[in-house]
T-cell receptor
Framework: EAQVTQNPRYLITVTGKKLTVTCSQN?????MSWYRQDPGLGLRQIYY???????DKGDVPEGYKVSRKEKRNFPLILESPSPNQTSLYFC??????????????FGPGTRLLVL | KQEVTQIPAALSVPEGENLVLNCSFT??????LQWFRQDPGKGLTSLLL?????REQTSGRLNASLDKSSGRSTLYIAASQPGDSATYLC???????????FGSGTRLLVRP
């Protein structure tokens, strides 16, 4: 089944404790992206990646890191989480065929609470 | 900077009604526009994608239109059902970047 998976689905942590949220897709998509969703603010893009070893900042990259060492994986790293990073996080992937921008496929979300 | 607005923020209708959800954007240099559905506590599911050169797309009871010059897209849902209750989001790719920009969504409730 074609899908985007995220782990963990729920996470409670404390300020300053490094964490990683994993994202994996099995559709051989070039493009992958991370979003956060907050009430009243909608979905905002954190980072995106056009392909292996190619990443770029979205609209709200502060406090986050990403890496793209393999095509299928795009982990989101919070080196020192703070309470304002409490949010619902989504990973998504999309084919980029000859530069064309196609439908994005979303993971189920990771709900993060930072105390 | 592109701004995407969805009005209304919430909508409640009786079952069977035809309804229209609106999405407006300030910069017409878009590559395409997508409509997504989000169920509570779940991820987003793509409903329709309209390329910038297209005027509309249809899938079952859903019809999405795009008017680039006026910066508007509408999602028409025919004969609404309680199972249509969800949040509907529009999102667009700009011509000049690979960032996806979302509206804040319309929360729809279809009452039996």
């Amino acid at each position: 089944e074609a899908q985007v998976t995220q782990n963990p689905r729920y996470l409670i942590t404390v300020t300053g404790k490094k964490l990683t949220v994993t994202c994996s897709q099995n559709m051989n998509h070039e493009y992958m992206s991370w979003y956060r969703q907050d009430p009243g603010l909608g979905l905002r893009q954190i980072y995106y990646s056009m392909n292996v070893e190619v990443t770029d900042k979205g609209d709200v990259p502060e406090g986050y890191k990403v890496s793209r060492k393999e095509k299928r994986n795009f982990p989101l790293i919070l080196e020192s989480p703070s309470p304002n990073q409490t949010s619902l996080y989504f990973c998504a992937s999309s084919p980029i065929l000859a530069g064309e921008k196609e439908t994005q496929y979303f993971g189920p979300g990771t709900r993060l609470l930072v105390l | 900077k592109q701004e995407v607005t969805q009005i209304p923020a919430a909508l409640s209708v009786p079952e069977g009604e035809n309804l229209v959800l609106n999405c407006s954007f300030t910069d017409s240099a878009i590559y395409n526009l997508q409509w997504f559905r989000q169920d509570p506590g779940k991820g987003l599911t793509s409903l329709l994608l309209i390329q910038s050169s297209q005027r509309e797309q249809t899938s079952g009871r859903l019809n999405a239109s795009l008017d680039k010059s006026s910066g508007r897209s509408t999602l028409y849902i025919a004969a609404s059902q309680p199972g249509d209750s969800a949040t509907y989001l529009c999102a667009l790719w700009m011509d000049s970047s690979y960032k996806l920009i979302f509206g804040s969504g319309t929360r729809l409730l279809v009452r039996p």
